[in-house]
């Protein structure tokens, strides 16, 4: 079995959620959070690499025995707001493991977002001093993880209001009510990550919940591994005789967490380009031209290109965001919100060049920008053009933006 996140099998079929995951882990460590969600079927792993992440995210730096997770330089809880760096120096500061905090679709409304201490409350006035923080609050500068989330829009409609008002800008709210008292609301930064299985009960979040989908960033979805190699050698890490084997695993330790290490240095570094990268003005003008030029009518979508386009460039190791980068990551970002047709004409239309590159979307003297697509695609994935409406997820036409 599986134990650490270094050992997870690598292949063609789930570069692309290694890929967000990864993109998510720099946003969230840079304090902005990139909502993501997996869709597959069971046995792709989904869930199990989400969560196997939690051996490389690197610490944060709170408040000493803050729940909240003040940081330091700025708390925000009903605590420590507004206390002068002195008296925060006085209580002192501690590191801890990022937040990484499981939802289930059967949790409760004040398990979740936080419930008011009656035993604790003096003054009616104001509540927030005998708040008892749920779960949401308590991942603040973190992951909130939900597996299964299209059961949960369709069987908890009030935690979904609460993922809705989490997601719906960044940082999210948290609101925490109590009867008879006035609504307390906390200020959240997390980044959800969701695992569903589209084709099991009660089907894809796009069609239950539209909103609830459209509030993710970026949607990847899982195929099965069918490379014979990658196939072998999953069978040979749930063989009896490779269990049994406690001295190897011993061995491969010392080598493991070396090698988390250096993904959580990588991280590190990387969310620290992120913290200054901006997007280069061409770039930019041409996310604009795609949404008036495709009618895409979600703003988080282009909000999401933006946000994903320097995070690809940069866990791709390169200066600059540029138009390829915008192109590979569209897939991740439309998928969920358009239907595979109006989908594949936007790629079509970005990856032919020629009038939507007016701007100067090519760099003087860099590759040619179609070529290298291609040669992407042949190497990491099918190109969207190549693929069936059926391969493709959401295929139902008549979806609306409408924004609440
Ligand atoms: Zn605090």
Redesign the pocket.
Known sequence: MLKYYAQLERYEGNKALFDMIKMSMVSTIANEPLHIHAEGLRGTGKTTIMRKTQDILPPIV??KD?????DPAK???????GMSAADIADIGIEAIPMPFVEISHSAKVGTVAGSIDLAKLTDTRKPEAGLLPGLIPQAHRGILFVDEINRLADTAPEITDILLDLMGTKPGVVQIEEAGLPVVSVKVNVSVWAASNPDEDPGPVEEIRRQLSDRFDMVCYMGRPTSIDVLARMLKENFHTTKLEPEREQMNLAAIMKKHEEYTETLLRWAEIYRESDLPDFVRNYIARLYVKHNLESIRAIEAMQQGAVLYSIINERDQASINDVTRILPLILQHRMDADSLIRVINDDSKGGSMFSTGGKKAGGKDETAEDAEFFKKEARPLKDLKRKDLINTEKSIDFNRD
């Open positions: 709170r408040v803050c729940i909240y997770n003040c708390p925000h809880c009903p605590v420590h707001r």
